[in-house]
């Protein structure tokens, strides 16, 4: 595939990073792609809805299976800002999610420093494009968060 369209999609995940950001949530952002038509859009709201699950990619994943009308996601892709934490990497098993593309690396929480096998056998996983960019803005936000 393209990496312009790689781009693109994840282009759409920082978007919604900057709403989480705008909205005083951690910055982080995702979209559900099929058929290269996005299907689900979320960000953080984990503050907004007093819930510890409420991460992008769980929204996303909420989402995606609506719109499909099933529960798995084999022929999809997932575009998010941050590398998925366990939790998250969890929740892609078990969709059976075909695609993860992250940008920036978690090497706190993410499911690679955690549980590197997580995902489902059959999930293909790329870092970036906009890692920097993605980066970047959770260092402002957790800057201005301690300010």
């Not at 990496?3 to 759409?12: D, R, S, V």
């Not at 952002?29 to 809805?49: C, D, P």
């Not at 999930?123 to 260092?139: D, H, I, N, R, S």
Request: aromatic fraction near 10%; charge should be neutral; include cysteine.
């Amino acid at each position: 595939m393209e990496l312009y369209i790689h781009e693109y999609f994840m282009n759409e995940a920082f978007k919604q990073a900057k709403t989480a950001f705008d909205t005083g949530e951690i910055p982080v952002g995702a979209v559900i792609v099929s058929k290269n038509t996005i299907i689900a859009k979320a960000y953080n709201q984990t503050e907004m809805l007093n819930d510890v699950t409420a991460h992008a990619e769980m929204l996303a994943i909420t989402s995606a299976a609506n719109y499909l009308g099933a529960k798995y996601l084999n022929d999809c892709r997932l575009y998010v800002t941050l590398e998925p934490c366990t939790m998250c990497g969890g929740a892609l098993f078990w969709s059976q999610i075909g695609e993860v593309h992250y940008a920036a690396k978690d090497p706190k929480r993410g499911y690679n420093q955690c549980n590197p096998s997580i995902l489902h056998p059959k999930t293909k996983v790329f870092q970036g494009p906009m890692a920097q960019e993605a980066e970047q803005l959770l260092l402002e936000f957790f800057k201005k968060l301690r300010n």
